[in-house]
């Protein structure tokens, strides 16, 4: 189990939705629904604007050691079960606001004290499992010009997951829920371990983290099967992206040329990748991906890349409980286990704002239960640093208009990372 074996049932489905849910029933290989084919894109990406170009490397810079910070509501406002929050640009040219994603199915636009619903998909997400609902939203990075926003959502009957592109309304800060392109679906076969953090790189594809599938063990074995979507993180490209062609396959995708392999794959061997962020300096991806019952890790995905499950939980054993072969598997930057009241990672990002010296280009991340929040210099990893406390249920990370960070908790304020 995922929490401790103590927990009565009950309990356990009320924690929040980086932890293990009461499970579903069904079967699924992870198989998508659409497209029906699969089309290799060819032709060389272009930057898109505001995007880094970096390759992926992991330095940028000495980087110092990180050290505490404080945390400052943003509002006074208590949000239910936020899920995702990010700039949102304003249609007039005004400073810009920001969107936040409910888990029940609703985002909003905030501005200032001015909270206002601009997509409700409560009529279509399904919300029966404790780690199902909206999960995420990302801008296209040519939102500007093209206005498209990107949604990953659980739907039923049956239970799958849903990767939707939308647009915004040419007036108004409204998303236009009429506009509804699937570019991805496939069937879950429990209620858990949905993942789906949507990230676009430097190179302008859509990085999307996926869980195993969901139960506990990982009983299907999709954490190491290169045939199905599920446990992975995929990258497409969705440029241009349409009814007939949903997504294409980029060319230099690792397992493109593999025989029975899903050519989507990015990389592989994740149990439950909850949050990912591409650090805007080096261009490194790095991921918060939750273990099964006794650690926690962080890792920098890379192109090909096995990160273990379920041969490994984190940085131990897993399948075997001792002696696992752990040859051509990528090791976690960092990991942690359960003690201390710590149970659920919440990755978060690099941080490569202005305000916060104390924690220049550290790698912060959390702890749901544990309410604690670390931080690592993401140049030269070494041993991670608490920078704060007492950030109980914690879901997400989110940078506002100015590059800073702030920390979604279920029940509470958004909180931006402060000098002390």
């Known amino acids: 189990m995922r929490v401790p074996r103590l927990l009565p049932l009950v309990l356990l489905c009320a924690l929040p939705l980086t ?65 995702e929050m990010g700039v949102y640009p304003s249609p007039t040219g005004a400073a810009p606001g920001i969107f936040v994603a409910e888990q029940d199915g609703t985002v909003y636009h905030v501005s200032g004290d001015q909270v206002t619903p601009i997509l409700d998909l409560t009529d ?43 647009t915004r309304n040419a007036a108004g800060g409204a ?24 990230r676009f790189g430097p190179d302008g594809m859509l990085y999307l983290g996926l ?8 009983p299907q074995g999709n954490g190491q099967n290169l045939r199905v979507l599920l446990g992975k993180i995929i990258r497409i490209d969705v440029r241009n992206a349409s009814k007939e062609q949903p ?25 439950n990748p909850w949050r990912m962020a591409f650090d805007a300096a080096t261009g490194a991806l790095w991921v918060g991906d939750v273990g099964q019952g006794a650690v926690e890790d962080i890792d920098i995905a890379t192109r090909g890349g096995n990160f273990g499950w379920s041969i490994t939980e984190g940085d131990r054993c897993y399948k075997p409980s001792s002696n696992c072969d752990r040859t051509g598997l990528v090791a976690p930057v960092t990991a942690y286990g359960h003690d201390g009241g710590r149970c659920s990672v919440v990755g978060g990002m690099v941080y490569r704002g202005s305000k916060v010296p104390e924690i220049a280009g550290s790698y912060v ?44 908790s279920f029940g509470q304020p958004i909180r931006r990372l402060a000098s002390k």
């Not at 079967?27 to 170009?53: C, E, I, L, Q």
């Not at 490397?57 to 006074?76: F, I």
């Not at 499992?129 to 995420?136: I, R, T, V």
């Not at 869980?211 to 990982?218: C, K, L, Q, W």
């Open 19 to 83: 932890l293990v849910a009461c499970s579903g029933r069904g079967t699924s290989n992870g198989t998508p629904t659409a497209p029906s084919t699969t089309t290799v894109a060819t032709s060389t990406p272009s930057d898109p604007p505001s995007v880094p170009t970096a390759t992926g490397s992991s330095a940028a810079g000495p980087g110092a050691q990180p050290r505490p910070v404080s945390l400052v509501p943003t509002s006074s406002r208590n949000w239910a079960r936020p899920t």
């Open 124 to 166: 279509r997400v399904l919300r029966s499992g404790n780690e199902e609902g909206l999960l995420s939203v990302a801008l296209d990075p040519w939102f500007a010009t093209n206005r498209y926003v990107w949604v990953y959502y659980s739907a039923g009957n049956p239970r799958r997951s849903v990767l939707a592109r939308f």
């Open 175 to 198: 998303i236009d829920k009429a506009s509804q392109l699937i570019v991805l679906e496939f069937a879950q076969p429990f209620a858990n371990h949905n993942g789906g953090a949507i």
């Open 211 to 218: 869980g195993d599938g969901g139960s506990a063990g990982d």
């Open 247 to 271: 997504y294409s396959v980029p060319s230099d995708n690792p397992f493109v040329s593999r025989q029975g392999a899903r050519p989507e794959i990015w990389a592989y061997g994740m149990r």
């Open 365 to 408: 991340y959390g702890d749901t239960c544990s309410g604690e929040l670390w931080a690592i210099n993401a140049a030269s990893p070494q041993t991670p640093v608490l920078i704060a406390s007492g950030v109980k249920n914690m879901t997400s990370f989110g940078l506002d208009a100015e590059g800073e960070i702030t920390v979604l």
